[in-house]
DNA sequence: GAAGCATATACCGGTCATCGGTATATGCGC
DNA sequence: GCGCATATACCGATGACCGGTATATGCTTC
């Protein structure tokens, strides 16, 4: 899994949300550093609906308007904590890593 | 940066390392969920190394073939650690998501 | 009242990291 | 001599993502 898709995935963890919703969501988790595409965001959550980790929740009409709502299903649940399972032991592993070479002296000039 | 990628980094982060060595490195810090493809490793070394990250450390020649060291550079290890620290906040946000959402009872059947 | 901006969904062409397979070469065990 | 592990390297295909654009509406500003 992407980095997009995970934001996705974690933007919809909190509550449902429309597609601009998630688009904002993420650039606020991120500090402003992803901005997702439209065409990111919509293909995904194609991608993500037809692999069954996310579904409609609802429609709204605003301001004329539609919106519609995703959720997580309960398999995208699983999927996210299972990524971000992942992610943690990763950053572990590298973080023990850069904290050796630190010790190992300041070391070799790269 | 992808998945393969940042292991790559973390491989080359313990000790400098050939090819063939980062490869295995890589499966056994997955428990063997990812086997790096010939193609995908010697691309992203290629590409690595002219991005600056990594540089060819030593060569030696055992049992009449070539090995290929590599090691990570300071902009590497500096690289290296800025992903750790976005894999660490990445994963921590989606974490309490996920157990905000079990605690707001077993909930909605997804 | 029109111009511009935010909201909102959607499509499309292109890029690029990765995948899967293959080529090449050597040494070892059977 | 055959298969396997080691070792580097190339190539075509895939697919997620990017960037741009189209469409539509309502709000704000001049």
Redesign the interface.
Known sequence: M??PT??I??AL??EPRHGYAVIEDVSA??GGRVRLRAGTLYAALDRLRSDGLI?VDREEVVQSRLRRYY???????RS??A??AR??E??A???R??R??RTDLGG???
Chains 1, 2 share one sequence.
Do not use: S
Not at 71 to 77: H, M, V
């Open positions: 992407r980095e995970f934001l995935l974690t963890a909190e988790m991120t579904d959720r997580l299903t309960a398999a995208g649940e996210l904590a990524e971000t992610l943690r990763q950053a592993i590298a973080d890593r850069l050796a070479r070799a000039p790269a």
